[in-house]
């Protein structure tokens, strides 16, 4: 059964480029979140997506955005890269049907440096 | 928003036990969770509590105080593989996301 995954692991861009990050929930999960970790900090709520559609978002700029697929897959996209915006990016997948609790598996994450 | 915080550093001995307090306020109390995280790999999850008391699962433990916004990790026969950040989150019924502190990073000696 493959957890969460998301690709690429590691990425270096330029100031003013655009990024988009993957993200495949882990099987029988519909719901994605996304989260950003700075060096030495927990992860940020970024926001998250069911039934494609943004559900919530957390205190990140509309430089920050996102989609869901049908199949629950996910991408999160971020235009006008600032050097702030290096950091690992986290996706987590949880199964909305079953909200018993908020339990959020976590992928691997993408680092991504902005030079 | 919820205000999560946690000590930032502690250190012990291998075989040895720590505590790792977390202190929290949120409106809607949905459940506290630890997560366990290696340098540059995703977290994994440690334990949830949702109601009053301590949980147990082999070598760590997780207890919680609604009442007193107060929760706990216990790493008990300590190893050198636990050396890591220990993250403490909180999940609000009123929101879908959690919230984490900032963790604590835990290096154990020989």
């Known amino acids: 059964d493959a957890g969460v995954t998301q690709s690429p692991t590691h990425l270096i861009k330029t100031r003013g480029q655009q990024v988009t990050l993957r993200c495949s929930p882990k099987?029988?999960?519909?719901?994605v979140s996304w989260y950003q970790q700075a060096l030495g900090q927990g992860p940020q709520f970024i926001f998250q997506?069911?039934?494609?559609?943004?559900?919530q978002r957390g205190n990140f700029p509309d430089r920050f955005s996102g989609h869901q697929f049908p199949n629950y897959s996910s991408e999160l996209n971020v235009n006008a890269l600032l050097l702030g915006d290096s950091a690992l990016y986290l996706c987590?997948?949880?199964?909305?049907?079953?909200?018993?609790?908020?339990?959020?598996?976590f992928g691997p994450g993408t680092r991504l440096t902005v030079l | 928003g919820q205000n999560i915080d946690q000590p930032t550093e502690m250190t012990a001995t291998e075989g040895a036990i720590v505590q790792i307090n977390c202190t929290y306020q949120?409106?809607?109390?949905?459940?506290l969770f630890w997560y366990q995280q290696h340098a540059g790999e995703a977290p994994t999850f440690l334990s949830y509590?949702?109601?009053?008391g301590l949980e147990e699962k082999g070598r760590f433990s997780s207890f919680l105080s609604r009442s007193k916004g107060y929760s706990y990790l216990l790493l008990k026969e300590l190893q050198m593989k636990d050396s890591a950040s220990y993250l403490c989150a909180v999940s609000d019924s009123n929101d879908y996301k959690l919230s984490f502190g900032a963790g604590t990073t835990v290096t154990v000696r020989a």
């Open positions: 987590a997948s949880s199964f909305q049907g079953a909200f018993s609790y908020n339990e959020q598996f």
């Open positions: 509590n949702v109601l009053d």
């Open positions: 099987s029988g999960h519909d719901t």
């Open positions: 949120t409106s809607g109390f949905n459940g």
């Open positions: 997506y069911y039934e494609e559609e943004e559900r």
